[in-house]
């Protein structure tokens, strides 16, 4: 076999593999041809996706993953999850929380290594929830899992899918719609498919209808995955539920195979924190390679036919991966670890990370900011030469190194559940509304991907409300907000730099905080702040990372604690990891508000159970910015040599 063949494909469909238990999982085979179609002869690599989107996904599968694998001398292997597409096991599909995952994986491997076209060598490849199943595969060591590249994978649903700091992160409502609407459960049940595709269509609509109750969701339809949804929406603890080692791996790092692994994800990717504690965390423990990859991406912009923007934002030509490149890169590792062909990988850098900033600021033709930015890498994760920084709040809205000295500094708002702050973009993934078809356009024909757009765009938008900004159907039309002009809206900003300054890995916003409820929230978002120019009077505001801290659970998630009216107490909020250079003239901004709709779902302040509110009431919160309260943010800024 030559180091770059070119075989031709042939395939098989609907092969049903037996599971331990009997269950069959639908398994689609593409194997290497010669010239007249018949499959070659020989032993191959085995590459498998497993998946819950539908395994023969032209797009996702087959262009990227089998007409791109098998002309080089692989077998891919090809397969709809337990209770998906064309598989047996209806009614053991619970979305992620789906405890037989590892052991499917593992029985799915070995049987591909058993195979008399295989050599017994078996690598994984998929993104989001094709991570999820390469990392529980590899809980179970399945001997003949050789290498894995785990993209965009989340691993502890409790931090960072499903809730994040106490709040639900509403983009896994609305993928549930995805999950709902081609479910085994209602298939061929017109009026229970019409009823979660009118949802999807009105999605903008349904996520202002809570408490979510058990039947007042289109996605009752499904009862696994109301069940589901009822977990994410109310379990704001970490209870047994999270404990599942579907929904929280992390916490069995130590079980993986110490096989080698890539794990790549993007700044704009709801899991980047999940990807790079991951990697760190198997860089530790494994002895074989481990690779970290980190772009200025959201959770799909890496793959498919890529692009050197994301949302407002131009990155510049390197930014670009999309298959072509992510597939240059993926032949070299898998031709390593399966094929034995020495490729260089051994070699290089643990850790690629892509710097944003330090572009003209310009606007390219399509009105986007020409933010810029470069590749670099490293030698570990997080970056050793990072000196954790803080920058103090204060009450007249700047933000600075220096500490407060003034005995008594306050900022105080009001939070009005009715009305919450709106999202204008941000990292999330799956919340899509559907278009609504012309009458004329039977949906049968029409891919249901091509039907959906982010109801929170994916990715940095000047921090102005657009058209299709999430708003209260009741409020006054006028001219779109500037988040910053929002009275619930407190910015801190630096004056403008006087140099450039780098922030490169995961941040911590320390508050000093009180409120007249026994709860509400407290959210952090961190922004570039460009100087005004012609396109933008007040500057171009881009954002980095955002969070959310709900009070109850200030001192963990093992319990709650309301809050006494008008006490002081401290909270924290963890922003994910990101890499930006803020460049000369630039400011660094800190907007803290106790709202992010719809990204997370919104506090009614009464302190009622978590899911379960029967009203709302406004909220006067307070941050202090004085010498006995020092609010502020710890940012890891990196010393910029060049």
Known sequence: MTDSPNFGIVSSHNVMIPMRDGVRLATDVYRPADDNGNAVDGQFPVIVGRTSYDKSNPVIWIEAVANAFVPRGY?????????????????????????KEGLDGYDTIEWAAGQPWSNGKVGMVGASHGGIVQNMASLYRPPHLAALWVDVAPTNAFRWEVRQGGAMALHMYGALYLHGYDSQEIAGNSEAIDRIERGAERLREEIWKQPFTEGSTPISEVPNLEKVLMHYYRDGSYTDFWKQESLDHAQHYDRMADIPAVYSSGWYDPFAAETSEQFAHMAKKNTSPQRLILGPWNHV???????????????????????????????????????????????????????????????DAAGRIQHGGGWRVEQEWPVARAVETAYYLS??????????????????????????????????????????????????????????????????????????????????????????????????????LEADVEVTGSMLVNLWISSDAIDTDFTAKLIDVYPPSEEYPEGFHLPLEDSIRRTRFRDGFD????????????????????????????????????????????????????????????ATNTVYADSSHPSHIVLPIVQITG
């Open 301 to 363: 912009s890496m793959r498919g036919k890529g692009a050197s923007f994301v949302g407002d934002v131009d990155f510049g030509p390197t930014a670009n991966w999309g298959d072509e490149v992510l597939n240059a890169e993926r032949f070299r590792w898998f031709d390593r670890w399966l094929k034995g062909i020495e490729t260089g990988v051994e070699d290089d850098d643990p850790v690629r990370i892509f710097v944003m900033g330090g572009g003209d600021g310009e606007f």
């Open 559 to 618: 319990g709650e604690e309301l809050m006494n009216p008008g006490k002081i107490y401290e909270v924290q909020i963890v922003l994910p990891p990101v890499s930006n250079r803020f460049v000369k003239g630039h400011r660094i901004r800190l907007d803290i508000s106790s709202s992010n709709f719809p990204r997370f779902d919104v506090n009614p302040n009464t302190g009622e159970a978590i899911g379960r509110h029967t009203r709302t009431q406004k």
């Open 395 to 496: 009450a007249d809205g700047g933000l600075g190194e220096s500490s407060p000295v003034a005995e008594s500094s306050e900022t105080s708002w009001v939070h009005d559940p009715e009305n919450p702050v709106p999202s204008i973009s941000g990292n999330v993934t799956g919340f899509y509304e559907w278009i609504v078809l012309p009458d004329d356009l039977d949906s049968a024909y029409v891919p249901q991907r091509a039907r959906m757009r982010s109801l929170i765009p994916d990715g940095p938008l000047h921090q102005k409300e657009i058209e299709s900004t999430v708003v209260p159907a009741d409020r006054e039309p006028g001219t779109p907000a500037l988040l910053a002009d929002r009275d619930d809206v407190n910015v801190f900003q630096t004056e403008p």
């Open 75 to 99: 077998v891919v292997v090809l397969q709809d999850l337990r209770g998906r597409g064309d598989s047996e096991g209806t009614g053991d599909y619970f979305h992620t929380a789906n405890q």
